[in-house]
Structures are given as C-alpha cells and as structure tokens.
C-alpha cells in the first residue's frame, strides 16, 4: 500500500526499469486492451518523448446513450501520457505517478477527437533540477481533446509526481 507521500499507480513500481523506444510503446499502448476496447488510438509519440497524440472515433458501440464519447474514454485518452513521456525523458532511477486529475467537459464530441499532448524538455529539466536533492516534484500539466471540426471537447488536468528512486 502506498504511503502519503508516494501516490498509488496503475503503472507499478515506476522508475526502477528504463522504458522501450517511443515507437514500442505506441504500439503497445494502442493495443492496451482498456485503450483498444475503447477505440482510443494512440497515432504519435515523438522520438524525443516530448510529444503523444492519442485519437478515438466515436463509433456506434463506444458511444453513450446521447450518441458522443463517453468522460471517461475522453479522460483515458491522456491518462498515462504525461508520465510517458516524463519517464521517457528521464530514464530510470525516477518514479513517476499522476497524482490527481480533473476533467471539464466543453461540448459533446460526437466525431474523430484528438489529444495532443506535450512535455517540453525545459519542463523535464526543471522536474530533474527540483528532485536532484531526493526532493519530490509536483507539476500541472494540460491537455485539450478537440473534435476533427477544431472544436474543444474537454480539458484535462494531470498532476504529475516524481521523485528519484536511487
């Protein structure tokens, strides 16, 4: 059971082992089976681990009763990726977990939606420097789910804990 301070996580034991190429966990996020039985798509990890573009197709078996994506598929197309990428970024010897997220749905996405999410380097570099000393690092990051018509669907909230595990 985790403690106060090290916040449960879906992933494991995070930070102890150094992630695949970008390319291997796309693939293998895409066919994560919640992510796939859902239709959500993951169609782009950057080499640098600064970038993940994750899709979903509202079809007639993945939609709610009002006929758009449902919160929580819109909520999954971002969740693990912003510790991905952070992980990525890092390497090993970091355990990283989300922490706490919100989600604000805007408008009903009843098409093809897109997350597009980022981690700049500056960011991971300002995450290293804080936890450097053995010190834990919290950060907030954001991702917008927008419809193929450029219309925002929904905004999440992610934060984001590291600490060194060596």
Request: glycine fraction near 10%.
């Given at each position: 059971?985790?403690?106060?301070?090290?916040?449960?996580?879906?992933?494991?034991?995070?930070?102890?082992?150094?992630?695949?190429?970008?390319?291997?966990?796309?693939?293998?996020?895409?066919?994560?089976?919640?992510?796939?039985?859902?239709?959500?798509?993951?169609?782009?990890?950057?080499?640098?681990?600064?970038?993940?573009?994750?899709?979903?197709?509202?079809?007639?078996?993945?939609?709610?009763?009002?006929?758009?994506?449902?919160?929580?598929?819109?909520?999954?197309?971002?969740?693990?990726?912003?510790?991905?990428?952070?992980?990525?970024?890092?390497?090993?010897?970091?355990?990283?977990?989300?922490?706490?997220?919100?989600?604000?749905?805007?408008?009903?996405?009843?098409?093809?939606?897109?997350?597009a999410?980022?981690?700049?380097?500056?960011?991971v570099?300002?995450?290293?420097?804080?936890?450097?000393?053995?010190?834990?690092?919290i950060t907030?990051?954001?991702?917008?789910?927008?419809?193929?018509?450029?219309?925002?669907?929904?905004?999440v909230?992610q934060?984001?804990?590291v600490?060194?595990?060596?």
């Amino acid at each position: 059971m985790p403690t106060p301070a090290e916040p449960r996580t879906s992933a494991g034991r995070a930070g102890t082992q150094s992630l695949p190429g970008p390319q291997v966990v796309r693939r293998i996020m895409s066919l994560y089976p919640p992510l796939l039985g859902a239709g959500v798509r993951i169609t782009h990890i950057a080499d640098d681990w600064t970038r993940v573009v994750a899709t979903h197709r509202i079809r007639r078996w993945n939609r709610n009763p009002n006929r758009a994506a449902f919160g929580g598929t819109l909520y999954a197309m971002t969740d693990p990726f912003f510790g991905i990428m952070a992980r990525g970024q890092l390497g090993a010897g970091y355990r990283v977990w989300t922490s706490g997220a919100s989600i604000e749905f805007i408008a009903p996405g009843r098409e093809l939606v897109t997350a597009a999410m980022s981690l700049p380097r500056e960011e991971v570099a300002a995450i290293r420097a804080a936890t450097d000393d053995g010190s834990k690092s919290i950060t907030s990051h954001t991702a917008e789910v927008v419809s193929s018509a450029g219309v925002l669907v929904a905004r999440v909230t992610q934060q984001l804990y590291v600490r060194r595990s060596d």
